[in-house]
Each structure stands twice: as C-alpha cells, then as structure tokens.
C-alpha cells in the first residue's frame, strides 16, 4: 500500500520536472530496483509525447562535442533538452569514466538542460533496457526533446538507438574507403549521416562514399522510404550544426507525414522493448543467485551428464515460460 | 542484480586551476577499483558542479587542486551545496593539500583529504566508509 504511494509520489515528482527525484530514480534503474516498476509502469502509460534523438558513432568521432552543440541550437530556440549520455564500462573491473559531460559543461547550470551519464556496467544484455527505462523518466520530466548518445556500433546500441525517433550516425574522415561505408550494421539504423571534423582531409570522399551506400540501398518506388542525409559537420566551431537540427526535424516531419512508416518504427521498438524484458526476465530467473531450485538443478545436472543437450534443457524452459 | 551496486564518484576542478593530470590518473585508478566516475574536468564552477552531482546523483564528490586557493574555493562548493540541500554528499580533496589547512578544511566540511603521499588504497577505503558500499567484491559474472 505504501509502496504504491509512494509510486504515486515519485511519478508525479519526475512529471513536475524535479530533478533529484528524476535523478534517483534512473539510479534505482541502473540499480536493477524491482520496486520501482509500478512508477514506470505510470509513466509509460502519460508518456511517448517526447521526440528522441540518438547520436552513435566511434569513439572519438566528436558526439559529445556534437550533443553540446546541438543543445545550444536548442536552447537558442527556447527548447529544453535532457540528455542521456552513454559511456562503455570496463570489462574487467566494471568501472567506468563517463566523461562526455566533460564537453558540456557550459550547460550545467542551465535549468532548461538536464545531463546524466550512464555506464554499460555489468547490465549484461540489459543496457539496452536500462537505457529504455531511463529515457521513459527522461520523457516525463516534461522537457522537449531528449538526446541519448552511445558509444560504437555493437548489438547493445543498435537496441538503444532503436529507442529513438530519428538517429544521427557520426562518422569522420580517414575511418576507411568506400568498402568500410557498406559494411552492414550501420547503414540500417541511420536516419542522418554526419561526418564531423569535415575540416580534416578526405572529408568529401567519406561523404561520397556513404551517400552511394545509402542511395543504393534507398528505394524510390517504396512511398514511405526515407532518403538519409549526409551532412558535414565542425562540432568544435558549431559549423553545418544548424543544418543536422533541421535535417531531424525534416525527417521527424517524414514520419509526421507517413503514419504507415511511423508505426512501423513504433511497433519495432515495441518489440524491442518486450525482448529485452522478457529476456532479462529469463536471465534472472536463471542465473541470479537465489534462481537455483531442484527441477533446474537437475536439468543442469543432466546436461553435464549428457543425458539431455542444451537444445532440449532450453526447450524445456522456454517451453515452461509459455 | 549484484551489479546494479557501485559507487558513483564525480571529480572535477574548480576556478583556473589547469593541473589535471593528477585527478585524470586518479579517475583512471578508480575505474580500475570499480567506480564510476562522472569526469568533469577543469574550469567548473561551483554552482555547475552542484547542479552535476544533483543530475547525476553521485555518492561522493571529489576536487582535485594544485593551486593555493582551495580554501576559498572548497568553503564555497559547500556553500551552495549546504543552499542546494546536497551536503550530506561526502566531500574529499586531492592534490597539493597543504598539512597546516587541513584543520580548517575539515571545519568547513571536507571528509577526506589526500595530499602527496596517499594512495589508491586509502582512497578507496575512504570512499567505501562514507558510501556504505563495496566495491565489486562479489562479481560472479552473472550481471
């Protein structure tokens, strides 16, 4: 009874814009806290009304440089803004150095901007969902838009830029020739290219290069298909940023403009979303600590055995699961 | 989820000081103990500072000096956090802390000092005393 009071209190804090409450409760997210579901649960159901940004790219491509800059723009435009900032653990000691605030100072005090940083730490599989619950607590604050940026192109943040309604791809120049730009992985979850530090050479030839990957891949007869962009940005000196926020804003209005298209990406993230839950579900029914029972201490007792294969023990589970 | 538990530190400098290759070593050290740090770097100013540990909620903020003026400076971070409601966030300071200060560093509200001569060890003695929390002993790999 309590605890639902309390959920009430929480959600109703974080839809006020508070930040300390918003603050804790991404902490109690990161945390794994279980208690916290009923707050989500009501904010998810007020929420979906926040445009998401993502921004992914190598390291070292300039994305907080670039976030920093794009938040400015926005501010300039009386928009506020909350940004979650994704930065890689360490594998070996689960550390991490979340350092892209350090490119974002100038926005600390601003009222209009909230920033939180968060670590890949040993949320195995479950980044992705972490990041998924932060972004609902982001989408309740009542700000205008949310940027979330990550790290690299690996599995983890394809799920998490599949949380976002328009997602930024940062290339630079020198990162490899026309063979590199059509390698899969990035192409398919782009909605605009940036090649940042277009002041350095072969700037051009990398734009050539994955405008040809994107054009090919691009089909005309498809009515809602969207053509990416490919834009050159400085986001050390802000320059050709104006152009990358109009160009998400034209692809926001595409979406706008092709409910078909747009639903189609709403139910993928649906999808998404339910995976990583029920998988993290499954997970924490079978490795946690306190997950061994005697029926599963059985089936793995078999498995070693090799009475049974760990084709069988899993169906068996899934099959259990429904 | 064992792993959902760590310590939170943000580390930052405060004014003009541009020294900041001690407190990038002691980031560095602290991840490889399992902390997270939220790198703020140079040139912050206090009330940025502040309204950082509010967003990301850290549990222990961590200034790193190598200019005589720590005093002033420290004496007005817990200033404003003592206006912000955030000064039960344990404060520590590092780098070229002189001995004669630490008397009044403390009466302002410093809970761990490390001058010249401390280490990693301490450190993360400290942060775990005022934290309440262990640092990744019991990782089994399991997340």
Same mark, same amino acid.
């Given at each position: 009874m309590t605890a639902s009071a309390d959920a009430l209190d929480v959600a109703a804090a974080v839809r006020r814009g508070d930040v300390r409450a918003s603050a804790r409760l991404i902490s109690r997210i990161e945390a794994g806290d279980e208690s916290i579901v009923p707050v989500l649960q009501s904010l998810y159901l007020a929420g979906g009304n926040t445009p998401v940004i993502g921004i992914t790219g190598p390291p070292g491509a300039g994305k907080s440089t670039l976030v920093d800059q794009l938040v400015s723009r926005y501010r300039a435009k009386s928009l506020t803004v909350a940004v979650l900032a994704i930065d890689p653990a360490s594998p070996?000691?689960?550390?991490?150095?979340?350092?892209?605030?350090v490119r974002m100072?100038?926005? %600390?005090?601003?009222?209009?901007v909230f920033i939180r940083s968060m670590s890949s730490r040993g949320v195995l599989g479950g980044l992705a969902r972490a990041a998924g619950d932060a972004l609902i607590v982001l989408g309740a604050m009542g700000k205008d838009l949310i940027l979330v940026e990550t790290v690299g192109v690996g599995q983890n943040e394809i799920d998490i830029m599949r949380h976002a309604g328009s997602v930024v791809i940062l290339q630079t120049p020198g990162t490899g020739d026309a063979v590199q730009a059509v390698k899969a992985g990035i192409l398919e979850i782009g909605d605009v290219f940036v090649v940042n530090?277009?002041?350095?050479?072969?700037a051009d030839r990398t734009v050539a290069a994955l405008r040809e990957a994107i054009e090919f891949r691009y089909?005309?007869?498809?009515? %809602?298909?969207w053509l990416p962009s490919v834009l050159k940005t400085q986001a050390t000196d802000a320059s050709g940023v104006e152009e990358l926020v109009q160009t998400i804003e034209r692809h926001a209005a595409h979406l706008a403009s092709h409910p078909q298209a747009q639903r189609q990406r709403l139910l993928a993230q649906a999808r998404v979303r339910i995976t990583e839950l029920v998988s993290e579900g499954l997970r924490r029914r079978y490795l946690?600590?306190?997950?061994? %029972?005697a029926p599963f201490a059985a089936l793995l007792d078999d498995l070693v055995d090799r009475r049974t294969d760990p084709y069988a023990a899993a169906g068996r589970l899934l099959g259990a699961v429904g | 989820m064992s792993a959902g538990v760590t310590i939170r530190c943000l580390l930052g400098m405060l004014g003009t000081?541009?020294?900041s290759k001690g407190i990038r070593t002691l980031a560095q050290l602290l991840r490889d103990r399992g902390v997270e740090v939220i790198y703020l770097g140079e040139h912050n100013t206090a009330d940025g500072m502040v309204s950082a540990l509010i967003a990301e909620d850290a549990d222990v903020i961590g200034l790193s000096f190598s200019t005589s003026t720590y005093v002033h400076y420290t004496r007005d971070l817990i200033e404003r956090m003592k206006a912000a409601g955030v000064d039960d966030v344990p404060v520590m300071l590092g780098g070229l802390i002189h001995r004669e200060d630490e008397a009044e560093l403390r009466s302002i509200g410093v809970k761990g000092i490390f001058g010249p001569g401390s280490t990693t060890e301490q450190i993360v003695r400290f942060l775990e005393e005022v934290t309440g929390k262990r640092l990744s002993a019991g990782r089994d790999g399991f997340g």
């Open positions: 070996f000691s689960g550390g991490a150095i979340l350092g892209d605030r100072v100038r926005h %600390n005090t601003d009222s209009g530090k277009s002041d350095t050479p072969g089909d005309p007869h498809d009515a %809602n298909a946690g600590s306190h997950a061994m %029972n | 000081d541009v020294h």
